[in-house]
């Protein structure tokens, strides 16, 4: 008896998680490295790819864009005409009839769907090869292991991808490949939507860029050995008196910044400096011991005596 797609994919699944628990014997992570391994290194990835269907966004939507009082009134309809026809007709069997009816559009819906992950699965190794046909690179990482046997997978696979796919409208599918690092245990997840292949196509060229893209050299910190000094929350977009802002700043530890140290904060963004700077906005900074107003959008820092902008948003650095 053959086996089911679902069930072929709940075994695949299953072999994942034996891989899981086997390979932390087979191989050891490094926090240092990254994600998708050495520049120079193979990747060795899974062959079988499970895609498991997620859910049917168009007919949720068909179905719910209905009302519940039309549902109820057709259905009444069908019960009202075959009793109609045979007024004998026990009411249980009328439930039984539309039950069956539900059941046999269940039946009819997951038969539909058989094999839709299976060939979305081929399709993504395919097109994940068809990158490397069409794309030079100078070293091939992705390279696929296509063994059945779990003690192989155990100790030659170093990455499994799992996938899911929703139906969204006019034939188009949403699909997420999520690539599981096995040795850190960490996880990318790869999205794209529209006709299948369409989804295919986008979900692959992410993965293959992934992993073959050199990986960018850390970027240093511009303002080093600087710590941003914040308002208060309930400060937070509230403009101060600059007269008061050089004494509030000493309060804290800490100065106030100059130009060129806001427009870098702004320029590199809060992750690297931790303040936000809205470019919009009059911020009070220091130049050469004299109390500035600086608006980046309209490249002006003048000084406060000489303009008459008297407030503005204070961040402070303690050095």
Known sequence: MFETTGALVKKCLLNFSLLLALSPFAQTAYAQDEFCGMPDEASIVAGNIPILKQGNIQDFLATNSLSRTSTVSN???????????????NPIEIIRLITFFSDFYDYMTASADEGIGQALSSQLVAAIEQNYSATPVPFRKIRFNYSRNNEVLAKEVQYFIYGTYTFIADGNVSLTANVVNIGSNEQRSFSASGSPDFAVR???KQIFEAFQRPASPEF????????WLPLPSSQVGRELNAKLAPALCVSQGGRLPTREEVEIAYGFGEYFSMVAIDPRRNYIVEEDGEVMILNINQNQCVAEKNTSIDKGLLVCIRD
Request: negative net charge; proline residues 12%.
């Open 202 to 204: 986008g979900v692959a």
């Open 75 to 89: 259905t009444s309809d069908i019960a009202s005409v075959l009793l109609l026809l045979n007024p004998e007709l």
């Open 220 to 227: 240093i910190n511009p303002l080093p050995g600087r710590t």
